[in-house]
């Protein structure tokens, strides 16, 4: 079955311990993004990648890492976690970021809460 | 900053009728415009995408598309109670990296 997963569904940790979320995708797809979704404010992408080895930051990038070593992972690195990044974090891909007639499909969400 | 607004709503409309839910976006050179679904606390799912201007039908979906005003638009007929839910406008071109822009979403409640 084609799809997104993230891994932990939910977590809760305390201010500045080190967590990592992993994202992998079993469609060979070359761009993976990350997504934060707050109340009010909506969904705002962190990083994207176009391709392994090739990662950019998106709207909010601020605490966070990632890497793409592996074309079918991208995981999401949170070095010290703070309060304001608890929130829903949402893993997607895509075949390729060049072409407009594609779009990206979403893993089931990761909820974070930072103590 | 690109901006897609939509209203948050909730809208509200019975059993059987239709729901109109409304999108603007400021970046001219946009290309792409998706509407996604997304029920609480579940992930955003693909309904409908539109590329050119004009209406595209989708089973009892349709999108609609002006880009000289900038405006995208989702029909959905004979609404059912199971269509309530967070509708998200996105919208997507080639110059910010193919990131999907994001609207806060409406949210639709259908009443039997």
């Known amino acids: 079955e084609a799809q997104v997963t993230q891994n932990p569904r939910y977590l809760i940790t305390v201010t500045g311990k080190k967590l990592t979320v992993t994202c992998s995708q079993n469609?060979?797809?070359?761009?993976m993004s990350w997504y934060r979704q707050d109340p009010g404010l909506g969904l705002r992408q962190i990083y994207y990648?176009?391709?392994?080895?090739?990662?950019d930051k998106g709207d909010v990038p601020e605490g966070y890492k990632v890497s793409r070593k592996e074309k079918r992972n991208f995981p999401l690195i949170l070095e010290s976690p703070s309060p304001n990044q608890t929130s829903l974090y949402f893993c997607a891909s895509s075949l390729t970021p060049t072409s407009v007639w594609e779009t990206q499909y979403f893993g089931p969400g990761t909820r974070l809460l930072v103590l | 900053q690109k901006e897609v607004e939509q209203n948050s709503g909730p809208l509200s409309v019975p059993e059987g009728a239709i729901a109109s839910l409304n999108c603007t976006y400021s970046d001219r050179v946009s290309q792409s415009f998706f509407w996604y679904r997304q029920y609480s606390g579940k992930s955003p799912e693909l309904i409908m995408s539109i590329y050119s201007n004009g209406d595209k039908e989708d089973g009892r979906f349709t999108a609609q598309l002006n880009k000289a005003s900038q405006y995208v638009s989702l029909l959905i007929r004979d609404s059912q109670p199971s269509d309530s839910a967070t509708y998200l406008c996105a919208v997507q071109n080639s110059n910010s990296g193919y990131a999907l822009n994001f609207g806060k979403g409406t949210s639709l409640l259908v009443t039997p």
């Open positions: 469609m060979n797809h070359e761009y």
């Open positions: 990648s176009m391709n392994v080895e090739v990662t």
